[in-house]
């Protein structure tokens, strides 16, 4: 079910549960800022999510309220995982989901990581 990208935190989202180790997931990459683990239903060969550890629901959330060494951490952080995923010479992409028209179901900040073949045309027609 898609969620709005506005809204308070969700403390009992799935990727909260996550972060906290009540879920478990398939961690390829974790520092003080991010944790990176394979989406539990991939849609490519290479399909992992970048979560920051902190309560953001959306990119604008994100952008608008981080701090610059949270912001820089993320941001480094998703770099870090398509360079050590070796995806950075056949190529990737990223995606983030926000609110009901991008049908974000997760409502803490994610982006999507997909690699692993040609991966086609940015949006279906
Ligand atoms: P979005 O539509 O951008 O909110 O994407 C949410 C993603 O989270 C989907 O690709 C799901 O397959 C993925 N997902 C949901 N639950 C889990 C989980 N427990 N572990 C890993 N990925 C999950």
Do not use: C, K
């Not at 709005?4 to 906290?20: K, M, P, S």
């Not at 974790?30 to 970048?50: R, T």
């Not at 604008?60 to 951490?73: L, N, T």
């Amino acid at each position: 079910m898609a969620v709005a990208a506005t809204g308070d935190y969700d403390d009992n989202n799935i990727f909260a549960r996550i972060l906290r180790g009540e879920i478990p997931s398939q961690r390829v990459f974790e520092n003080d800022w991010a944790v990176a683990f394979h989406d539990i239903n991939p849609q490519a060969p290479v399909h992992v999510l970048v979560i920051p550890r902190g309560r953001w629901r959306s990119w604008a959330d994100f952008a608008a309220r981080a701090g610059e060494a949270e912001i820089a951490g993320f941001v480094r952080a998703v770099g870090q995982v398509a360079h050590d995923l070796g995806l950075e010479e056949p190529g990737y992409r990223l995606l983030a989901n926000a609110g009901l028209d991008a049908h974000q179901e997760v409502p803490h900040l994610h982006v999507h990581l997909f690699g692993g073949r040609p991966l086609g045309p940015m949006l279906a027609r």
